[in-house]
């Protein structure tokens, strides 16, 4: 069934009975061609392109609960290209273009809103850092505008221009930026894939990755052993658990992020709002919510909650930035675990058993979009990334040729 005004319409005069499930619930076959870990937005994007783009089709997508329980339903889903660091800024680059197509491609509304992200400065070091990068923004074709103190003043009048500590100087902003609905971006991806002949299959847990003589044969899980031919990791913040099955030791730390979101207020910021001071960052929802967060809590977890101190220290941020949101009242939070790399550069490649691939090590940006060029992973990163670790760190350290 496809999306259109026509059949709302239809739907709506005929009492909504004629609605199919987004996708199929099916038990797992014995053997397939590539087996996903993971069912989130980098899992299931996978999934998808491979029975878009190449026909690949004999594939299932492992989720050991329900599709959105894991990172993808537990972030704010900033979209933006406006990275720096060569390499990883080409990659957004092209990120952002799938985002622009995504809704018409996968025919859901995922809730694209292009409202525009804006990075405040307040120093002199800083803005030379964000001429720098909005330069560099620029160069690669994407869009960059450097505002002024007295731009921002008419465009954002809400915030403490003024505080002592951080002062807002100016800021950059991409107008192609902005926010999405991480719940409809998995449920599109699912749903896409789905159509395709992609097996969804959740509650099914990865217990253990099965190799013999250094290639992978399949993976045991709670609904029992199933085989494949190439087998990819696909799991954010479970990274080093589940590459631990297969033997590997990961140069990856599992960290908490928290996010929080307060009662519906009325329409009050317009754009995507990022404070020095912490890594805060605001918008507000469609549901009239403010939507922030900040740093990480800086210490390893695998569980899915924060605590307190940070929460005050982001709430210390957004105060300092906007006194006006003061008397908001915070209805919930949550927390996502954030798979981090000591140089903050993903991790995208085959790896040294044959058949088993690697997606990890998103840190902070995990809901990126892939077009993918190969069997069982997104797509090939541009250069060669070289893990250069200090010896005794604990840390294997991995020399990952990409083409």
Not at 4 to 33: C, F, M, V
Not at 261 to 269: C, L, R
Request: net charge positive; charged share 20%; hydrophobic share 40%.
């Amino acid at each position: 069934m496809r999306f259109s005004a026509l059949e709302i319409l239809k739907q709506g005069l005929t009492g909504n009975k004629g609605w199919t499930p987004h996708w199929r619930d099916p038990a797992p076959k014995s053997d397939y061609d590539v087996i996903i870990i993971g069912g989130g937005g980098h899992g299931l994007s996978t999934a998808y392109y491979l029975a878009k783009n190449h026909g690949i089709t004999n594939v299932a997508v492992l989720e050991k609960a329900y599709i959105g329980s894991g990172n993808v339903g537990r972030n704010t889903t900033i979209v933006r290209a406006n990275y720096g660091l060569p390499g990883n800024s080409e990659f957004y680059s092209h990120s952002l273009k799938l985002w622009e197509g995504l809704e018409p491609d996968l025919n859901y509304n995922v809730m694209h809103s292009q409202r525009g992200i804006i990075n405040l400065f307040h120093s002199d070091g800083q803005r030379d850092a964000f001429v720098r990068r909005g330069n560099a923004m620029r160069n690669q074709g994407d869009d960059a505008e450097l505002l002024s103190r007295d731009d921002l003043r008419k465009m954002v009048p809400y915030l403490n221009f003024d505080n002592a500590r951080f002062p807002v100087r100016g800021g950059l902003m991409q107008r192609r930026g902005g926010t999405a609905r991480h719940d409809a971006v998995v449920w599109g991806y699912a749903r896409g894939a789905d159509q395709r002949g992609v097996d969804i299959i959740q509650n099914c847990e990865v217990t253990g990755i099965d190799i013999e003589n250094g290639v992978v044969k399949g993976v045991q899980t709670t609904r029992g052993a199933i085989r494949a031919k190439k087998v990819g990791i696909v799991v954010a913040g479970r990274s080093s658990q589940v590459a631990a099955m297969a033997g590997m030791r990961l140069p990856i730390e599992s960290h908490i992020l928290q996010a929080f979101v307060t009662e519906g207020i009325k329409p009050a910021i317009d754009h995507v709002i990022s404070f020095g001071m912490g890594h805060f960052y605001i918008s507000q929802s469609d549901k009239g919510g403010l939507v922030f967060g900040g740093d990480l809590d800086f210490y390893a977890s695998y569980a899915q909650r924060g605590n307190l101190p940070m929460a005050e220290h982001v709430m210390e941020a957004g105060m300092a930035l906007m006194p006006a949101i003061g008397k908001a009242k915070v209805l919930r939070s949550w927390g996502g675990i954030m798979d981090m790399t000591p140089d903050g550069s993903p991790i995208i490649d085959k790896t040294h058993i044959d058949g088993l691939f690697l997606d990890a090590g998103w840190c902070y940006g995990g809901s990126r979009l892939f077009r993918d060029r190969g069997i069982a992973l997104p797509i090939s990163w541009p250069r060669e990334i070289i893990m250069n670790l200090p010896r005794g760190s604990g840390w294997t350290v991995l020399k990952l040729g990409l083409a």
